[in-house]
């Protein structure tokens, strides 16, 4: 079997997404309601909040081109093994949304997955013009929405009974919440996700990240255009707070993400160590996507201290920190003795079939 070999700059972006989805989605893991007004609220909404899910979406699409051109060389069946792949992605994001956390991405990614599988003969072009379409198309929904938005949230505190309830309570209360807004999933995974997908698909089909020599000479300006025009308008409209200016945030989210990316491509060129340890743990995203939810339901659901709604903003931060510095080095030493995490090796499996045995390392 010809193997297509990993790419770094794939697994150091990973790496370093894990960190930001990771402060994101504890946020909502620690209290329903979210954050609380505050310069907490407005730091995480600039500069956290949607950006991140855009880089981990980009890196998926890329990563299905090299799922495809792998089944390609092996000769094998094309849709099957991607079809196989994609439904062990549903299944771990259905069991992920009843057991941990119901804001989970994996299923959503398997599920349009299996769309891009359908557009595989697509150029890059054209996958580009379909991105644009789509994002605009959600660009003007949300700012439609935002205008249409109540003025006042009311608080949830059956929620917060639920999550600090007993693991069979928290897990109902996941499940209906989830299949309760399963259309407004679909419909913002086809118009907001979707156009991810491609884009990272766009790329991964001129091999983009594949030669350093083609992609550092665009990073100073991507750099610029995030930070130097993107990020300042992020915090204004953070601050404004205004639900009508969804849709200008939405745009702004996609060059501060790429900013991000070009810069930690920028540091691993030059620090190996950085690189070495945020592609460590990009190696073993999914595994530790799953170990995310599973130490902040110890932390804050009933299946541990129940601390939801309990905590302050700041500490909820500071324990995302340790989390993810944990991560950091839990990978390194599970890279030591083996090649895949847990969620890996059953996602190789699905997708190659059961004669694979855990590989040492």
């Known amino acids: 079997m010809a193997a297509v070999p990993r790419i770094a700059a794939l697994d150091v972006l990973r790496g370093f997404a894990l960190g930001g989805i990771l402060v994101v989605n504890i946020t909502v893991m620690a209290n329903p309601d979210g954050l609380a007004s505050g310069p ?47 439904a062990a992605l549903m299944t771990i994001g259905l069991l992920h949304v009843a057991f941990l956390f119901s804001d989970d991405v994996l299923f959503g990614y398997g599920l349009l997955g299996l769309i891009l599988l ?37 608080s949830d505190d059956g929620a917060m009974a639920a999550l600090r309830a007993g693991w069979l309570t928290a897990a109902s209360y996941r499940w209906e919440t989830f299949f309760e807004r399963f259309d407004l999933f679909l419909v913002f995974g086809l118009l907001n996700v979707l156009p991810l997908f491609l884009i990272g698909f766009a790329a991964g089909k001129t091999r983009l990240l594949e030669t350093p020599d083609r992609y550092l000479p665009l990073l100073p300006k991507v750099q610029w255009i995030g930070f130097g025009i993107a990020a300042p308008f992020s915090l204004l409209t953070a601050t404004l707070d205004n639900p009508s200016l969804a849709g200008v945030t939405a745009l702004l989210n996609l060059p501060l993400a790429a900013a991000y990316a070009a810069t930690i ?28 939810s599973v130490i902040t339901s110890v932390i804050f659901t009933g299946n541990g201290f129940a601390l939801v709604g309990r905590l302050p903003d700041w500490l909820v931060v500071l324990i995302a920190v340790a989390i993810y510095l944990m991560q950091l080095g839990a990978s390194q030493l599970w890279a030591r003795r083996h090649r895949y995490g847990p ?19």
Request: charged share 20%; glycine share 6%.
């Open 40 to 86: 907490v609220r407005t730091v995480l909404t600039a500069f956290c909040s949607d950006k991140f899910y855009v880089l981990f979406s980009f890196l998926f699409g890329y990563s299905l081109t090299l799922q495809f051109r792998s089944a390609e060389r092996d000769g094998a069946d094309v849709r099957l093994r991607t079809m196989r792949r994609c």
């Open 118 to 154: 359908a557009m595989n003969r697509i150029q890059p072009k054209t996958a580009l013009r379909c991105a644009a379409g789509l994002y605009g198309t959600f660009v003007v929904a949300v700012t439609v929405l935002g205008m249409n938005a109540p003025t006042t949230v009311m």
């Open 265 to 292: 491509l920028r540091l691993a060129q030059h620090r190996p160590r950085l690189a070495q340890t945020l592609g460590t743990a990009g190696k073993f995203a999914a595994t530790n996507y799953i170990g995310q």
């Open 343 to 361: 969620i890996e090796w059953v996602l190789r499996r699905a997708t190659y079939g059961p004669r694979r045995r855990w590989p040492a390392r």
